[in-house]
């Protein structure tokens, strides 16, 4: 009987401590979107680059597709203007060193000094990298229009 306590009580560590780094790695990437969100706006070329894998592919809603430098440049330009960003129905799912997040994002632009709003849906791939999560991929979508 002491030992079957035992066996269970391992077991039971192990799904306890599972359970606990899943969820310190969703706040850890949870986080680290949030990071993106402010650099966005801000313009921060410097946590833009640090948030940002080198192989980043970030598709836009129109079907064009940027690689890091272009990302950044667009954003620290002016040409891609976020005045505002806000995410919400927010879902992280963390599988090893991989992260996916789906989100709704509302923002205000003023893209190349033109003002505008935007409503997309967004889906980014997270990467651990050098114990840091990364933005590796980025596809944004227009919500289908509302049912009548």
Not at 53 to 79: C, P, R, W
Request: proline share 3%; net charge positive.
């Amino acid at each position: 009987m002491y030992r079957k306590s035992i066996i269970l009580l391992f077991i039971v560590t192990i799904f306890v401590n599972a359970i606990m780094a899943q969820s310190k790695d969703e706040k850890a990437v949870a986080t680290a979107v949030e990071t993106l969100r402010k650099a966005m706006i801000d313009a921060d070329q410097k946590t833009l680059e640090s948030i940002t894998a080198e192989q980043l592919s970030y598709g836009h809603s129109g079907g064009n597709v940027e690689d890091k430098k272009t990302f950044i440049s667009a954003l620290t330009s002016g040409k891609s203007d976020f005045v505002t960003i806000e995410l919400t129905d927010q879902t992280i799912s963390v599988s090893g060193e991989t992260a996916i997040v789906r989100h709704k994002l509302n923002a205000t632009t003023n893209d190349n000094g033109k003002p505008g709003t935007v409503a997309l849906s967004i889906m980014t791939v997270w990467q651990k990298q050098r114990h840091h999560w990364v933005l590796l991929a980025r596809q944004a979508v227009k919500p289908p229009p509302a049912k009548s």
